[in-house]
């Protein structure tokens, strides 16, 4: 007799080899005494299909999906969430009775990340998003659920805010500019855009940043972003990496396939000891 068999999780991507999710869920699997493994899985650019067909041979039960395939399982997914809908892409998978469940935690993780880590009240707050890419796309509809004042959309391409502050504009007070005409101090300040990658930092005024401004890099990296650093020498003294986005949209996930929520602290700490 072999034992009971272990329930297969991963992440797709490409290139996945610097992910932290198979460290993150097996943490969260420790702690809440799940038997799964969870694979990093390297899909070559046009395999996306044939890596999941493989990964559903293996017995696979779901998927974590990350760049650049989040769109490509957004149009396999045979249901979809609403936040997922909302954002276009989808970041988890769940084979389930006949079907492929496709949902988005992205935005979710964002939103707990800044709620119940960072203790910041959204809920009236003025609230600058930089960036009009896929990741401000799942962005938007957690932000604007939790009621801020204003929600603005600055991108170096004004024309892709435009169209998402059109697209989002029945949920929420949401609009749309270019960096350079941006007025007034925000309360949080989001950078959604991949100018960290570069080095680069989007060209905002220093006036939308106050001592009380929370700046936030979805990025993550050892040390701070080149945007974080910028926020710091303008005067910004709450700051905050995509750690915690990280951890929190995979707990997410995990309650999706499990139905447990882990306690993402000790995962989160653990997660910064070994960035730092
Ligand atoms: P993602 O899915 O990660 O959001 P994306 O859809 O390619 O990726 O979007 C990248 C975002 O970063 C866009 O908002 C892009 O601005 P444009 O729409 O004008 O291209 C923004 N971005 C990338 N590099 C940037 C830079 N150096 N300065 C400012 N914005 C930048």
């Given at each position: 007799m072999t034992g009971k068999k272990v329930d297969l999780y991963g992440v797709v991507g490409h290139p996945v080899?610097?992910?932290?999710?198979p460290l993150i869920h097996r943490l969260f699997?420790?702690?809440?005494?799940?038997?799964?493994?969870?694979?990093?899985?390297?899909?070559?650019?046009?395999?996306?299909l044939e890596a999941l067909a493989e990964f559903r041979?293996?017995?696979?039960?779901?998927?974590?999906?990350?760049l650049p395939y989040k769109g490509d399982a957004y149009r396999f997914a045979t249901r979809l969430t609403s936040r997922s809908e909302a954002a276009e892409a989808v970041n988890t998978l769940c084979w389930r009775d006949k079907e492929v469940l496709g949902d988005n935690t992205d935005g979710a993780g964002l939103v707990t990340d800044l709620t119940a880590n960072l203790g910041f009240a959204l809920t009236n707050s003025r609230v600058l998003l930089l960036g009009a890419g896929g990741a401000a796309r799942g962005a938007i509809a957690p932000l604007l659920a939790h009621s801020p004042a204003e929600l603005v959309i600055a991108n170096r391409?004004?024309?892709r805010a435009h169209d998402l502050a059109k697209r989002f504009s029945v949920m929420g007070p949401v609009s749309a500019t270019g960096f350079?005409?941006?007025?007034?101090?925000?309360?949080?300040?989001?950078?959604?855009?991949?100018?960290?990658?570069a080095g680069e930092i989007p060209p905002l005024p220093a006036t939308t940043v106050s001592s009380k401004t929370l700046c936030y890099d979805m990025m993550y990296q050892k040390g701070p972003t080149t945007f974080l650093t910028w926020a710091g020498m303008q005067g910004a003294t709450i700051?905050?990496?995509?750690?915690?986005?990280?951890?929190?949209?995979?707990?997410?996930?995990?309650?999706?396939w499990r139905g447990v929520?882990?306690?993402t602290g000790p995962v989160l700490r653990e997660i910064r000891r070994r960035l730092s």
């Open positions: 080899g610097h992910s932290r999710s699997a420790e702690q809440t005494g799940q038997r799964m493994d969870y694979v990093p899985i390297d899909a070559a650019p046009g395999q996306f041979r293996r017995g696979g039960q779901g998927l974590n999906v990350t391409t004004v024309s350079g005409d941006l007025l007034g101090v925000f309360d949080l300040i989001i950078n959604s855009t991949s100018a960290s990658l700051i905050a990496d995509g750690t915690g986005m990280l951890v929190e949209q995979a707990a997410e996930s995990f309650f999706l929520r882990p306690d």
